[in-house]
Structures are given as C-alpha cells and as structure tokens.
C-alpha cells in the first residue's frame, strides 16, 4: 500500500507535468473510483479545469485546480497514476479505471488491480472540513516537533504502533513505515504508546523522520503494484531495516529478525534491540 513516500514520489513526478495543463477529455471506467457520485458525471465536470497545483495530505494526492475546486485522489491498496504520451503508453487492461488526456496531448492513466482507491471532486470550501476529519499532522513538516508526537501520543494505552498508525493523529505512515521507524527508535511494536519516555520519545520523532525520508530518496518501494509515474520502481525495498526481513540478522546488532502481529498487523522487529 502506497504510503507517505510513495504518494509523495507520486506528487513531486507529476507535478512538474501537471501544472498548468486543461483536462481535455476525461473517461472513467470504474463506477467504484468516483462513488457514490456517477463516474460519468465527474468525467464530465472535470473536463476543461486547468491544473493549478498539485500538492498532498498525510496519503491523499490534492489536485487543485485554478476554479478553486480540487480533485482528491486516494491510491488505497494498488492505485497507480501514470503520466505518458504517444508510444508510451502502455496497452489499454482490465485494471485501468480512468483516463486523463490533457492539452499537451499526454495521458494520465489510472490503474488499480484492487480496485479501493477514490476521486473525490470537491468544492473550495469542502477540502480543509474532508481532510481535518481524516488527516493528522504533517510527519515531515517543520512544525511537527517531538512535542508534538508527545502531543498525539500522551494518555495512549494502545501499542505505539497502532498508534503512529492512526491517520488522525499523524499523516502518512503506513505499515512499512511505521516498522521501520520503531526499529530506528529502538522501540518495541507494543509498548503503550502513552509511556514512552522524553527520550524514547525524541528517538521516536527521529525515527519517523529517517524512516519516510530514505523513502522518499529512495523513490518509494515497490512490493509489487507500486510505480511511479513512468512506470518504473522504487528502490527503498532494498533498503529495509526489519519489514519484510524475518530470520535475516539485524543491520545493528546480527540478531534475527522476528515478525508477530501487533496493530492487527504482520509486524517485523528486533527482539534484542527493541525489548518490550
Ligand atoms: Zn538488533
């Protein structure tokens, strides 16, 4: 499932193509991407917007356009956007729910093999009351502080995991993610997300941080639907500390890796370095 880095891949790819383009002509396939609103209906009202920006939320893809309204994209399980033209494009599939073609003539093509990702067109005024319901703080922003972690976490007898899970309180981290902040924080998946201390806490914030950061640098991780818009791969799946890895020896101490379920989640950690 695509996360933070991923989505963010994602916006920093398209947005130098995007920006400035008019939705020329639009076709959805999927009555299941646009519901409950007819998907014939919101192809119809996007044609014609010009895109003004195209920016992200926790992982919602925000594409605003220069009426004002904005076209929020969720990738959920195996979304994909890919942007091409001419010969790149690749041969029309079952798995394709939506095409965009813009005023330069290139395409962006929406596949999704699982079929839960959304397009939801909104008014100006209904994006910030959609994403505050949803959307916690920003991990990678300036403002998003240890205190303020210490913030969303304070009172929480849930596992941290669960905790850093939750969408409302902070945006973005995934399961990938999430496993391999803890292990960069040295933090065991079910320590109660209310005791860590000032220091677990600051090694938390860090971990956070290092882990959607090398994601990003990284271009994303492809486990297997994720692509970037030109339909290559990330490469941060190479680089796991613990997802993924049960058995292999730890980067930081050789113990292996251990996977239990912790936040109804397959969960990988360090035994040795992460103790409960
Ligand atoms: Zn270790």
């Excluded at 893809?61 to 959920?76: C, D, P, T």
Aim: proline residues 7%; glycine residues 10%.
């Amino acid at each position: 499932m695509p996360e933070l880095p991923e989505v963010e891949t994602v916006r920093a790819r398209l947005e130098p193509v995007l920006v400035g383009r008019r939705l020329e002509r639009v076709e959805i396939h999927d009555p299941r991407l646009t519901r409950p609103f007819d998907p014939a209906g919101v192809a119809a009202e996007l044609e014609g917007e010009r895109i003004a920006a195209v920016d992200r939320r926790g992982k919602y893809l925000i594409v605003r356009f220069e009426s004002g309204r904005v076209l929020l994209i969720h990738l959920r399980m195996t979304g994909n956007l890919l942007h091409g033209s001419g010969e790149w494009l690749p041969p029309a599939d079952p798995h394709r729910r939506a095409v965009v073609r813009l005023d330069d003539g290139s395409d962006v093509i929406y596949r999704d093999v699982r079929r839960f990702g959304t397009w939801l067109l909104v008014e100006p005024h209904e994006l910030e009351p959609y994403l505050g319901d949803r959307v916690g703080r920003e991990p990678l922003e300036r403002s998003f502080t240890t205190k303020r972690l210490a913030e969303a976490l304070a009172g929480r007898r849930t596992p941290v995991k669960a905790a850093i899970l939750d969408q409302r309180r902070l945006a973005g981290v995934g399961n990938i993610y999430a496993d391999e902040a803890l292990w960069r924080a040295r933090i065991h998946p079910q320590r109660p997300a209310g005791e860590l201390d000032p220091a677990e806490l600051k090694a938390l914030h860090r971990g956070i941080r290092t882990a959607l950061k090398a994601g990003i640098e990284r271009q994303g991780a492809t486990l297997r639907d994720y692509r970037t818009p030109d339909g290559g791969s990330g490469a941060m799946q190479h680089e796991f500390k613990v997802y993924g890895r049960e058995g292999e020896p730890c980067d930081r101490c050789g113990t292996p890796i251990e996977k239990i379920r912790a936040a109804g989640r397959g969960t990988w950690y360090c035994p040795n370095c992460q103790r409960l």
